[in-house]
């Protein structure tokens, strides 16, 4: 896929953000998170809807590269009991994050109760299981469900179906492995009405396939792909409202640039 827009300039030696952030837990209290953002080559997945590549190389960081940022990334933030750790791609992905980098890692958050990671569900299988039992923090994968749109979903070039991200989410849950969900809000080709409608299917879908956590994600412009227009504040604020009255696990609004 042509791009109409360039890569910003980022380095392998240091991760591209580290910040912290309140969030409700599972266990119903607000307590910190720290997020990191790493640095990487450009997820295999060139999803239509999505801009995270921008902040990507186009190249395979060296062995031990990322674990450093993550090491230098967790030296400048707060002590937290949680951590996310998202990498615009896959975890599992050996191009974006080398297999030794990830032990690595599981070795210096040993003090965290709660590990974020981001992964596409055709990379659920057995390095995500072996990374799960060496962990000393309890593993949660964040997926990609994006829209259960029948007419949306096989358009975004995510080679994923739902029935992919279903088998995903049982194996995972089988393991003892949280699974949250990210869902867009008015995904391409999609009006403001039908985006509100399929972001609340996601939801459901979700939610009945054992998914305890959702986050609803705008769409914005610029990801330099196919045209995009945000959806209205209040349209987020109806379909989180919506997951939220279900009672049936967390659901949370990512406000991203939206006004």
Same mark, same amino acid.
């Given at each position: ?14 991760? %591209? ?20 953002? =790493? ?47 998202? %990498? ?26 709660? /590990? ?19 962990? @000393?923090? @309890? ?7 994006? =829209? ?8 975004? %070039? ?13 194996? /995972? ?11 867009? /809000? ?74």
């Amino acid at each position: 896929m042509q791009r109409l827009t360039v890569k910003n300039v980022v380095t392998e030696s240091k991760a %591209n953000g580290a910040f912290s952030e309140s969030e409700l837990t599972r266990n119903g209290n607000v307590e910190d998170h720290n997020i990191i953002l =790493t640095t990487n080559k450009e997820c295999s997945f060139r999803c239509v809807m999505c801009d995270l590549w921008k902040n990507t190389l186009d190249y395979r960081v060296k062995d031990g590269a990322v674990a450093k940022q993550v090491k230098d990334a967790l030296n400048s933030l707060p002590k937290a009991k949680h951590l996310k750790l998202y %990498n615009a791609g896959s975890f599992f992905d050996r191009q974006s994050i080398p297999k030794p980098d990830t032990f690595e890692i599981a070795d210096f958050i040993q003090e965290y109760e709660t /590990l974020i990671v981001e992964v596409h569900p055709k990379l659920i299988s057995t390095p995500c299981f072996e990374f799960a039992d060496y962990l @000393q923090p @309890q593993l949660e994968v964040a997926m990609g469900l994006e =829209t259960v749109d029948p007419d949306v979903l096989p358009r975004l %070039n995510k080679s994923m179906t739902l029935d992919d991200f279903e088998r995903a989410t049982t194996a /995972l849950l089988e393991r003892n492995i949280f699974v949250r969900a990210f869902i867009l /809000l008015r995904t391409p080709w999609q009006t403001e009405e039908e985006g509100i409608y399929w972001a609340k299917a996601s939801i459901d879908f979700a939610q009945s396939i054992g998914v305890e956590c959702c986050t609803v994600i705008p769409t914005r412009p610029g990801n330099g792909t196919v045209e995009l227009t945000a959806p209205l504040p209040e349209s987020l604020h109806e379909v989180v409202e919506y997951g939220i009255a279900k009672k049936n696990g967390r659901v949370f609004g990512d406000s991203w640039d939206l006004e």
